[in-house]
């Protein structure tokens, strides 16, 4: 299995030069392709300040990120646009418009990225998310797991290969986390997807390939199944 993801020396310092936060500190890391990686951590110990700089939400202080041949690390603002709109990401708040429908919530995944798509497909990711009811709704109305299963139809509404997660279910009560992991199980068993989801929550760990723990802005372990 060849790799996806790539870090080399992946280090990110916060605050000024004279009283600096090292969030990430000199992190090495290879994700292959097609794998479920959990990474795990106490709050404050970088997991997520990781993930947003392997989602080009962030950059580096130093080091090397390259995923799927991009490198990050020296991406102009450009091509780290391009970059986004070929991922998908999924948050813990969910970061739906309010203003939008359920249906226009999802469109705007691809719109974000330059894409058009056919309503249909759309559509097609609500009802197999269980959401057919739903489509017309004002987010607002939605229950917590509703929200979170739209914002993952949000993310996959243009076909990525990689996604990234982020607390996916820490706003979620146990039926909807258990949905929501049931999602992610069958976008990488039936689809292949590569996923890559930050927790503080030891449960994902029967999910994952490989499950990774963080403290204090390092990685001391990694445990492959």
């Known amino acids: 299995m060849s790799n996806l993801i790539n870090l080399q020396g992946v280090t990110k ?6 009283n ?4 990430v500190d000199n992190i090495d890391l ?4 097609g794998s479920f990686t959990v990474i795990l951590g106490r709050s404050g110990s970088g997991k997520s300040t990781l993930l ?3 989602a080009g939400l962030d950059k580096i202080t130093t ?5 799927d041949g ?4 020296k991406a102009n603002a450009k091509n780290l646009a391009k970059y986004r709109s070929q991922i998908g990401i999924i948050f813990q708040f969910y970061n739906l418009l309010p203003s939008l429908n359920t249906l226009d919530n999802v469109r705007m995944g691809a719109w974000a990225g330059g894409k058009k798509i056919d309503e249909s ?8 998310l269980g959401l057919e009811h739903r489509i017309k709704a004002n987010v607002k109305t939605l229950s917590g797991g509703e929200k979170q299963r739209v914002a993952i139809a949000r993310s996959l509404v243009s076909d990525p290969n990689l996604i990234f997660c982020d607390e996916p279910t820490g706003a979620l009560d146990s039926k909807s986390e ?3 992991q049931q999602i992610l199980i069958d976008l990488h068993q039936k689809q292949g997807k590569t996923i890559v989801l930050v927790t503080h929550n030891p449960e994902f760990e029967n999910l994952a390939d490989t499950v990774i723990t963080m403290s204090d802005g390092k990685i001391v372990n990694i445990k492959t199944k």
Not at 13 to 18: A, E, I, L, P, V
Not at 30 to 33: E, N, Q, V
Not at 70 to 73: C, R
């Open 70 to 73: 991009v490198d990050l690390s």
């Open 20 to 23: 600096p936060v090292l969030a």
């Open 13 to 18: 310092r916060y605050g000024s030069s004279k």
């Open 63 to 67: 080091g090397e990120i390259v995923i």
């Open 121 to 128: 497909k759309a559509v097609e990711l609500l009802t197999t």
């Open 178 to 180: 258990d949905q929501v």
């Open 30 to 33: 290879s994700i292959p392709k």
């Open 52 to 54: 947003n700089l392997m």
